[in-house]
């Protein structure tokens, strides 16, 4: 068949473009060990560094003494805050506008804090050195719960600025308060629950965890004297956004950093801030005039990198006596550990956490958020989640439930009568954002029915006959969920971070033969994108997406982006993408009328060519353009076929979900078994059904985990009791059920392929099903509300206080 004969459809598939199930192209290389990950960079002459950490989680550093360190053979130095201050670099800004000691300045804050950075000719070296440093501490009284923190008599943990009242984000309080962000309207909510038939109230928790990558934080930082030029290789989610940092921090001018982010063993957040690690490491480079490498372990990672989540919800709901939601009322105690190192755009302290209405039409809501410290690591990322959503998923779903025990009613209807209409978007929520489309109705249904959720209560009510009958002792729980995302953060106006606006990048060239290269300012960690973007533009360009190399992560190369994270590659970079092929596509249309001898109007697209209108058999296709822009002397139109695109979105995308997880609990024993889980996502155009399938199947399995298990948990001398993989667990295939994946299709109307985000979808609706599905399980006993995660011994208390153990 030839490209004349070929029908359009055929065309179009040839091209593997939107909709395709495309085979990951990443994966020939990943498969076959191939990947260049940074423990991969090695270097002539490169040294390795480590950190002495502290012990303990409170105490003032008395001395440090590391001269039997330096004494050792292969040990080339040992840097200290006194080292750092001279260049001003012993402390670092934060993400939050908060700072963040880069070595322990004085006294240290948390478990594993960075004291001391040692530098030596191995990694072994460099580990027995970090043995030999001495240093003296004087423990301090310890503070691990946020509420304990902020009474009058605590501690002050943040000596830099006790006296400080006024914060980042407004005034402090307290010695140990970081801020206060209030959203909505107050009086109008206390008096609609004042006034309200029923009314809810109840403290959720969503505990601390850590997104936890295979690969841990890392870098290599190669200071080249002669050039004066700083290359640093990392686990950068967000390498542009580094380079800034470094260039402001350093004083080394932005055109000497080249910041590369290799391939990166999954990041889901943890890899977006900056650790002391990498400035260490940088400092060391420069001192030294030697590449230096610094690789967490496990342990390292687990302990001391961005923890996520920690937030102490106590809502309060109104409703009619029929079920419609009237007020929603919500109060965060945020847990943000010894420095406000959350990463979130700058106005939004609390992240996206008001978006906590849901997927509901609740007229009024008011939302306070207090930030405060204790003595635990630094952090607040997004793990998995668009900046706090999964928190806001969480509690949002878990007041819903308890409203329908309040209310005696179905959860499903519930929600069902109280759910955004298709004809109110786009809607404006009670505080403050406008979600772009839904149809939650007709998804909704859909799961339901997908599951014969009817004939499933009617299980469960057998369930509960035979086991008061005593002839089970198992129960069964069906945990349902309905989440709206907010995802891809811009727009420039609402979003940036550190003054960076939140904006992204595509830049393609087109070849003389035809092929491309695509370069964008996102950096994929696992999500497929040199797949998917090729995918958008094979379906604009009519070029075959398997002739496109889409190229990430170099800032020497690529345009200057945000990074990945919250899953806005695709609605701000995926945008960013459409539109630079469209101003690739408008100069191919002036080339095409030129060649054709017909004006640009008279022609049209067609899949791979543009066509003389008309007379379908006078076309030029995409390749017959390319060589033309290249060899031909066209008038009025510079030789070439590239263009950019800086996209800066209008508003963000809204993707939605319904889940249900069916799920058997053994009461004698606390363990719990996942019978079924059926995820339906929306996140409009789907751009590759195999890798979206592949993203769901992912988050919700790091969803599972954190839901029943997962945890970065303190004791109360603040020592980190989860800190190895034995005991901060990991959904392995014996854990992890068959997921039933099913979609609908609700375009974004601004976004212009019309797609939303999807990569953290799963986890941000995956943790309230698997949660609910726990509480489910007891409704019909009396138990309202049992904080996560639900472990074994966890879910056997829940029995043993219902006195279901006889
Ligand atoms: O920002 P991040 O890549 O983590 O998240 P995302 O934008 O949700 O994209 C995750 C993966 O799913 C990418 O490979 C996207 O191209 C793909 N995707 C898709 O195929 N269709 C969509 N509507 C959204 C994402």
Redesign the pocket.
Known sequence: MTDQTMTPEERAASLEGMGCRRKRVEDVRFTQGKGNYVDDVKLPGMLFGAFVRSPYAHARVKSIDAEAAKALPGVVAVLTAADLAPLGLHWMPTLAGDKQMVLADGKVLFQGQEVAFVVAEDRYLAADAVELVEVEYEELPVVTDPFKALEPDAPVLREDIKDQKEGAHGPRRHHNHIFTWEQGDRDATEKVLAEADVTVEEMIHYHRTHPCPLETCGCVASMDKATGKLTVWGTFQAPHAIRTVVSLISGIAEHNIRIISPDIGGGFGNKVGAYPGYVCSVVASIVTGRPVKWIENRMENLMSTAFARDYWMKGRIAATKDGRITGLWCHVTADHGGFDACADPTKFPAGFFNICTGSYDIPTAYLCVDGVYTNKAPGGVAYRCSFRVTEAAYFIERMVELLAIELNMDAAELRRINFIRKEQFPYASALGWEYDSGDYHTAWDKALKAVDYEWLRREQARRIEDFKAGRTRKLLGIGLSHFTEI?GAGPVKNCDILGLGMFDSCEIRIHPTGSAIARLG?I??G???A???A??LASELGIPASDITVEEGDTDTAPYGLG????????V??AATAMAARKIRAKAQMIAAWLLEVHDDDLEWDVDRFVVKGAPERFKTMKEIAFAAYNQAIPGLEPGLEAVSYYDPPNMTY?FGAYVCVMEIDVDTGEWKVRQFYALDD???????M??EG?VHGGLTEALAIAMGQEIAYDEMGNVKTGTLMDFFIPTAWETPNYVTDHTVTPSPHHPIG???????PNVGGVPAFSNAVHDAFRAFGLRQAHMPHDHWRIWRIAENLGLHG
Not at 755 to 761: D, I, L, N, R, T
């Open positions: 995802v996102t994929s960690q999500q497929g994108h797949t998917t973007f995918q958008i990945t994270y919250g899953s806005r590659s695709t609605p970079a995926g993707p996140c409009g155009t789907r751009i590759n059904p890798i979206i993203q797609a939303k985000g999807v990569g953290e979808s």
